[in-house]
Structure formats: structure tokens, C-alpha cells
């Protein structure tokens, strides 16, 4: 087939000093980059936007070891996407395979051909949930904590991409009562009519231990934490003997400016109640997703869990769908169209 001459792709202006706008990216026209031996080229279709993608600074970046989450002035932003394969020379991948891949942020991607991940089309109904934030999502529940029948959980920024998930399935894994965290009524209402939340505690309405004492009058044993910062410290004050807490996002610090900001929490009593801290990666559980991807496919299929979304349309759209997503104006996943 033949090709454009040019591509659009979305690059990073300047690093946000206090609220991210869309002035701190441009809309570039580049050429379409071409592919070597080796390497594929893909036509994006549909990539994801979340709020971890927020540009970042980190004065010792190699500290952490997420050279993923951070982006230079002048680079093309990164991100999943969904494309198909155009050409791909020298490699098994065919023609018009549908891959998943990080080249997100621009209509055409060049990349190594072991970065393009096949998709199973059989695997999950709708080929959008490829890009959903859910394995995160159930890593947290079923490795992070080991979420179990009976269990009270608290799922911290309920609404977003993994939150808005994650209560679903600690629902699934046999937890008792699910209580969520979010910043507006609006979304409170969403989480206990639309995803099986029982409570939520709202950002901005009182003391977030207050709130979680009303909700969960008993205690918690399972933390499945996305935000960190006070939320944690509450979640702590609440924990029942031998709760379980599964770390899997920062955002209080991320969407900060000091994206490395510490969280003071006792260690006397983590001991004293014999809690389990654990921060959980992806990275570090692909042998997962096979048995990820089979649950989320049935309960989808079944009914039983559901993947919230908000589509837009035209590469042109990311900067602002980021700046929203970050600013708290959508609720789950949300991905543009290419």
C-alpha cells in the first residue's frame, strides 16, 4: 500500500511547573519513518492516555528505575497503542496483524519487532480493553494483596483507569465490601450505582481518615493504592490485623512537582498489626497476563465486570485528553482514536 509522506505525532513543549496544559505540547508534522531489517512499522489506530503519563522530573531518575515514565523536552510522547503492521521486513509479522506496543502519541510507529506484541483477537470482546490499565488492576488484587472472601478493601483513586477496575475484581476475588476514593460526587455516584463500589471516600470533603472510619467502622484488610500520600496514612490507621497492601501507583507525588515526595507512615505500626507493604509492577509479572487475560475476557463476556471509557478522536486531542484525565474529568480509561 502506499504511504503518506508525513505523519502527525504529539511532542513534549516544556516540563509542567504546577498544572499541566496543552500548551505544553506541540502537534508536529514529521516524516514517516521508515523500517530496517528487523524492525516493523505500524499505523497506530488507537492509544491510551493515563494519568501516570504526566511529564516528570526526577533529579536521580536511575533511582527508580522508570525510564518509561519519563520524557525530555523535544521527544515524542510515549504510550500503548493499538496499530497495524504495514511492513515489517525481515520479521515473522505479517501485514495487517493488530499489535499492541509503547510507540503511542503519533499515526505511524516504528519499532523493534520484539516490542510488538501480537493481539489475540479471541482473547477479550472488545479490542479497546487492550489497552486498559486492568492488569495492573488484578495484579494488585490477586498477587499484590490477595484479595479473599470476606475481605473489606479500600481501592484509592476509585476512578481512575486501574481503580475504576480494581474494585471489580477484588468484587470477583470474594471481597465483602469495596470502598473507593475519588475527588467529586459525580464519580462517588458512578462508583457505588454503575461499579459495585459500597462507599467512597471523597478528596476534599474532610479528613480522609474520618471519612474511611465511617465507611469501614471495622477496619480494612486490603489496600489497593494508587495514590499514596494522606490516603495512605489513613488506610493505615484503619488496618485490621495482617492487612495487605498492594502499591501499585503514586499519584499524589506524580501529578505533583516533586514527583519522588516521600510519605511518612509508622513503621511501629506496620509491625505492631503485621502489615504487608508491597509495591507491584507489571514489569515484573508478565508470566500473569495469560491467566489476567483469561478473566477479564470471561467476566467481560459474562457481564460480570466492566471496562468505563471515554473515547476521543484525532491525534490532535491527546494533549488536552491528558490534561483532563489529570485534572480529574473523566472517569476509567481514557484512549483516542487515530
Same mark, same amino acid.
Given at each position: 500500500m502506499s504511504l503518506p509522506a508525513t505523519h502527525r505525532e504529539v511532542r513534549l513543549a516544556a516540563l509542567p511547573e504546577g498544572a499541566l496544559t496543552p500548551g505544553h505540547f506541540e502537534?508536529?508534522?514529521?516524516?514517516?519513518?521508515?523500517?530496517?531489517?528487523?524492525?516493523?512499522?505500524?499505523?497506530n489506530r488507537l492509544m491510551s492516555v493515563a494519568a501516570v503519563m504526566r511529564p516528570l522530573a526526577l533529579a536521580d531518575p536511575d533511582t527508580f528505575g522508570l525510564p518509561q515514565?519519563?520524557?525530555?523536552?523535544?521527544?515524542?510522547?510515549?504510550?500503548?497503542?493499538?496499530?497495524?503492521?504495514?511492513?515489517?521486513?525481515?520479521?515473522e509479522l505479517a501485514p495487517g496483524t493488530l499489535v499492541h506496543h509503547r510507540a503511542g502519541w503519533r499515526e505511524y510507529a516504528v519499532l523493534d519487532a520484539a516490542r510488538a506484541s501480537p493481539i489475540?483477537?479471541?482473547?477479550?470482546?472488545?479490542?479497546?480493553?487492550?489497552?486498559?490499565q486492568g492488569f495492573a488492576a488484578w495484579l494488585g488484587v490477586v498477587r499484590g494483596a490477595?484479595?479473599?472472601?470476606?475481605?473489606?478493601?479500600?481501592?484509592?483513586?476509585?476512578?481512575g483507569g486501574v481503580g475504576s477496575l480494581a474494585g471489580q475484581? /477484588?468484587? &470477583?476475588?470474594?471481597?465483602? +465490601?469495596?470502598?473507593?476514593?475519588?475527588?467529586?460526587?459525580?464519580?462517588?455516584? !458512578? *462508583? @457505588? %450505582?454503575?461499579?459495585?463500589?459500597?462507599a467512597v471516600v471523597l478528596r476534599?470533603?474532610?479528613?480522609?481518615?474520618?471519612?474511611?472510619?465511617?465507611a469501614a467502622p471495622d477496619g480494612i484488610d486490603v489496600l489497593l493504592d494508587t495514590v499514596g500520600g494522606e490516603?495512605?496514612?489513613?488506610?493505615?490507621?484503619?488496618?485490621?490485623?495482617?492487612?495487605?497492601?498492594?502499591?501499585?501507583?503514586?499519584?499524589?507525588?506524580?501529578?505533583?512537582?516533586?514527583?519522588s515526595a516521600p510519605t511518612g507512615i509508622s513503621t511501629l505500626a506496620l509491625i505492631a498489626r503485621g502489615v504487608t507493604l508491597r509495591g507491584i509492577?507489571?514489569?515484573?509479572?508478565?508470566?500473569?497476563?495469560? /491467566?489476567? &487475560?483469561?478473566?477479564?475476557? +470471561?467476566?467481560?463476556?459474562?457481564?460480570?465486570?466492566?471496562?468505563?471509557?471515554? !473515547? *476521543? @478522536? %484525532?491525534?490532535?486531542?491527546?494533549?488536552?485528553?491528558?490534561?483532563?484525565?489529570?485534572?480529574?474529568?473523566?472517569?476509567?480509561?481514557?484512549?483516542?482514536?487515530?
Open positions: 502537534v508536529v508534522t514529521a516524516p514517516v519513518p521508515v523500517p530496517g531489517p528487523g524492525q516493523v512499522l505500524v499505523r515514565l519519563l520524557h525530555k523536552t523535544g521527544e515524542v510522547m510515549r504510550g500503548p497503542a493499538l496499530g497495524e503492521v504495514l511492513r515489517a521486513p525481515g520479521t489475540d483477537p479471541e482473547a477479550l470482546p472488545d479490542p479497546a480493553a487492550h489497552l486498559s490477595g484479595v479473599r472472601r470476606g475481605d473489606t478493601v479500600f481501592v484509592t483513586g476509585a476512578a475484581f /477484588a468484587r &470477583l476475588h470474594g471481597a465483602e +465490601r469495596v470502598i473507593g476514593s475519588t475527588g467529586s460526587r459525580h464519580k462517588a455516584d !458512578r *462508583l @457505588t %450505582g454503575e461499579l459495585g463500589y459500597d476534599g470533603a474532610g479528613p480522609i481518615e474520618e471519612q474511611l472510619r465511617a490516603q495512605l496514612r489513613a488506610a493505615l490507621a484503619l488496618a485490621r490485623r495482617n492487612a495487605r497492601f498492594a502499591l501499585v501507583g503514586a499519584l499524589s507525588a506524580q501529578l505533583s512537582d516533586d514527583a509492577s507489571a514489569m515484573d509479572h508478565q508470566d500473569a497476563m495469560p /491467566a489476567y &487475560l483469561r478473566e477479564f475476557g +470471561r467476566a467481560l463476556r459474562e457481564g460480570a465486570l466492566t471496562y468505563p471509557y471515554t !473515547r *476521543l @478522536t %484525532g491525534i490532535g486531542q491527546a494533549p488536552r485528553a491528558l490534561c483532563e484525565l489529570v485534572a480529574g474529568r473523566h472517569l476509567g480509561a481514557v484512549l483516542v482514536e487515530l
